[in-house]
């Protein structure tokens, strides 16, 4: 049934469905939105999903305005490298401070370390810098696409980003107070709080092993620029191949622990079922029987020259988009025009290393009518992608083969 | 409770997009009242229509229960109820 809204909204839009009593097919309702929703994402966000711009943002599909949670639209993954102002933004927790780089440090310490340190932006500045080029993806990026669907920030395809970033190494900060022998974890906290004080603070941990790689950077650059305050000005950690949920923006504490972080967000929050994934990199202290923390990101693609059920002309389209993994690269990419039958090798763009977005394109031979266009990304290890869904409750890891039509006339 | 809006409060003020947050039309009916007062406290209320239509009674009210234990949220037992028959009746499968 048409709701009040979608009726103005299709006046709007000069559509003419009023007392049809037909409802709105799945892509015009979202361009009735002026949103180009993700195909599959829960029916609620047609009435509540906006294009809006964060202040120094350009428009982003607004999913939640508090906490904000934004992500970018299929347009702005067109090349390898995301411009900060088209950076997805997302946040567990309101109360957002305006971080002030003159008065801003980083107390480093904790038990597993031999001593404290405090690192003012200058001091961070000052060390050897390093740059890493790399993705930051949500770990529930296209959870809205879970069936059934399951409760959360329900993102598309745009919950991520891939950008150069620049910034001291976390083992350099590491280093100086030094990690006992004992040190199993390092706790990363974010200026960021809750609006209510009995709500759990977003603080995350990292193995060791993770947190003193040498591609662990504590950034405070982006693409050549400070960062944005809606990604983590001044300061956010980068955890190259893992997930978003382990880049703590805004940081201001760094904790050598010996014992493992026991709080929401580690468990039961961003938890997979142990074996379900074809994950390599684990978190052995925080493991249990049943679950262990997401870690490194599963390969993935994604098609963005052309959003589904777009019109083409007849003859050669060029079909091309992005593919990541977590961080042993790209081997191949794959397109499909027969439904999965035969596959041809896409041909692949610009290597900016193997933690980032890889570029790919496809010539199509696009034929009258519909044109299917199915892609699937290996790895350097020999993963793929999946034909269908792992369910899970969380929603996480959703690499399903896309498998877009296109119209041509 | 009086501290959670008045951070809410604060963090409306610091924030400028958040004059579009009052413009989310939740659907009327009994129990609104006890969404908006206790769930806007600390987040926006488009997270209910974003997370609609699929979750059933049961689901609707794990995710109340789920706000209280995990992120302590001070709502009664009664106003949980409320919202929770409001999520399901308006935004439930």
């Known amino acids: 049934m048409l709701t009040r809204r979608r009726l103005l909204e299709a006046a709007g839009t000069g559509l003419a469905l009023a007392g049809s009593g037909l409802d709105f ?67 567990h927790l309101s109360d957002i401070p305006d971080v002030d780089a003159k008065t801003y440090k980083i107390a480093v310490g904790g038990d597993g370390a031999n001593g404290q340190a405090e690192l003012t932006l200058d001091d961070l500045k000052a060390m050897p810098a390093s740059e890493v080029i790399a993705v930051n993806q949500c770990s529930g990026n296209r959870r809205g696409l879970s069936q059934p669907h399951v409760a959360g920030v329900e993102w598309g395809y745009g919950a991520m980003g891939c950008a150069r970033w620049r910034g001291a190494k976390l083992k350099d900060v590491l280093d100086k ?39 662990t950077l504590i950034a405070y650059e982006m693409n050549g620029a400070p960062l944005p305050h809606f990604n983590g000005f001044p300061a956010r950690l980068i955890v190259p191949g893992w997930t978003g949920t382990y880049w703590m923006k805004h940081l201001i504490s760094i904790n050598v622990r010996t014992q493992p972080l026991n709080n929401f967000w580690m468990n039961p929050a961003y938890r997979i079922p142990v074996g379900l994934f074809p ?78 977005f890889r570029p790919w394109s496809f010539p199509l031979a696009a034929k009258r009518g519909k044109n299917t266009v199915m892609v699937n990304a290996t790895n350097k290890i020999g993963q793929t992608q999946t034909a269908t869904l792992l369910f899970n409750g969380a929603g996480y890891h959703n690499n399903v083969m896309q498998s877009i039509t296109l119209e041509a006339a | 409770m009086r501290i959670a809006l008045f951070a809410a409060a604060a963090v409306l003020a610091a924030f400028p997009a958040a004059a579009d947050e009052a413009a989310i039309q939740l659907k ?66």
Not at chain 1, 65 to 91: A, C, G, H, K, M
Request: proline share 7%; glycine share 10%.
């Open chain 1, 279 to 356: 994950v390599v990199a684990r978190f052995v202290s925080q493991e249990n029987a049943t679950s262990t923390p997401i870690t490194e990101m599963v390969v993935n693609s994604l098609i963005t020259s052309h959003a589904d059920g777009a019109k083409v002309k007849r003859g050669k389209v060029t079909v091309s988009g992005l593919a990541w993994d977590g961080g042993y690269g790209i081997r191949t990419v794959e397109a499909s025009v027969d439904g999965g039958k035969t596959w041809s090798a896409a041909t692949l763009g610009d290597d900016l290393g193997r933690y980032a």
């Open chain 2, 28 to 93: 009327p009916g009994p129990g609104l009242d006890k969404v908006q007062g206790n769930c806007g406290a600390c987040h926006s209320l488009d997270y209910i229509q974003m997370n609609s239509p699929f979750l059933n009674a049961a689901g609707w009210n794990a995710e109340v229960a789920k706000m209280m234990k995990a992120f302590g949220a001070p709502i009664s037992d009664a106003d949980a109820k409320a919202i929770a028959d409001y999520l399901a009746k308006n935004y439930g499968t």
């Open chain 1, 177 to 215: 107070v030094g990690l006992k022998k004992e040190a199993i974890e390092v706790a990363f906290n974010g200026a960021e709080g809750p609006a209510y004080d009995k709500t759990p603070d977003f603080v995350k941990s990292l193995p060791v092993w993770k947190a003193i790689d040498e591609s």
């Open chain 1, 25 to 91: 097919p799945r892509s015009l309702k979202a361009r009735a939105a002026g949103v180009e929703l993700t195909p599959g994402v829960p029916a609620g966000l047609d009435t509540s999903a906006r294009m809006e711009a964060l202040p120094g943002k350009k428009p982003l599909i607004k999913l939640s305005y508090r906490p904000p949670n934004y992500e970018s639209p299929l347009e702005y993954f067109r090349t390898p490298i995301t411009p900060n102002d088209q950076f997805f933004v997302r946040y």
